[in-house]
Structure formats: structure tokens, C-alpha cells
């Protein structure tokens, strides 16, 4: 089963960037969307951005929209989440995750293979 590994995240003041990688040990987005997804303490997993596989468009969550950009390196092993303008109600974990099943993209439920997450914080 294929294992993906999220990194990137850390500390970063209110208006800061991160690029979060999601890698994967083969080309695997070539055959699967991937997502990404964040948690806050005590609250669901949300959804954040998606790629598609087969023609890498894209969707993002309204909260996201204009700020972050999810995309992915030539070699579809690795899918990137650049992240600008990031506010405090950003501070989460952050996972990647495959496309699995049919159904929306916004939906934890129809994705597997999840990352163990990159803790994003932004101080205000």
C-alpha cells in the first residue's frame, strides 16, 4: 500500500508563506487525484485543495480560494500545497491523501493511503 509522507509545515507569522510537499516512493498521482485536507484541535478533518490526475485541474475550499495553490512535479511523484497569505484560522495539521473512491471531493470519507500530517502554525 502506498505510503505518503507530508513535510513543510512549522511556524510562520500571520501574512507568511509555506510549500508543503506530499511525496509518495513512486509515480502514483498519475493514476490517482490527491487531496489535501487540515485539522484543527478538536474540530473535523476539512477539506482544503484537490488536483485531478488526469488533467490537474483544480478546486479548493472558499477559505483557501486565491491564497493556496496545490500542484504537482512532472515526475507525479510529489504533490505541493503553497500556502501565502496565511492567517491564524490556518493553524492545523495538514494531510495529504489519494482519491480513492468515487463521490466529491470535499469528502474525507472517499480518500485513502493518508500522510501523518505537518503541523502548520501561524502566530498572529
Known amino acids: 500500500q502506498v505510503q505518503l509522507a507530508e513535510s513543510g509545515g512549522g511556524l510562520v507569522q500571520a501574512g507568511g508563506s509555506l510549500r508543503l510537499s506530499c511525496a509518495a516512493p513512486?509515480?502514483?498521482?498519475?493514476?490517482?487525484?490527491a487531496g489535501w485536507f487540515r485539522q484543527a484541535p478538536g474540530k473535523e478533518r476539512d477539506f482544503v485543495a484537490h488536483?485531478?490526475?488526469?488533467?490537474?485541474?483544480?478546486t479548493y475550499a472558499d477559505s483557501v480560494k486565491g491564497r493556496f495553490a496545490i500542484s504537482r512535479d512532472n515526475a507525479k511523484t510529489t504533490v505541493y500545497l503553497q500556502m501565502n497569505g496565511l492567517k491564524p484560522e490556518d493553524t492545523a495539521v495538514y494531510y495529504c491523501?489519494?482519491?480513492?473512491?468515487?463521490?466529491?471531493?470535499?469528502?474525507?470519507?472517499?480518500?485513502?493511503?493518508w500522510g501523518q500530517g505537518t503541523q502548520v502554525t501561524v502566530s498572529s
Open positions: 491523501a489519494l482519491k480513492r473512491y468515487p463521490g466529491t471531493n470535499y469528502d474525507p470519507s472517499n480518500y485513502n493511503n
Open positions: 513512486k509515480p502514483t498521482f498519475t493514476r490517482f487525484a
Open positions: 488536483i485531478s490526475w488526469t488533467d490537474d485541474s483544480t
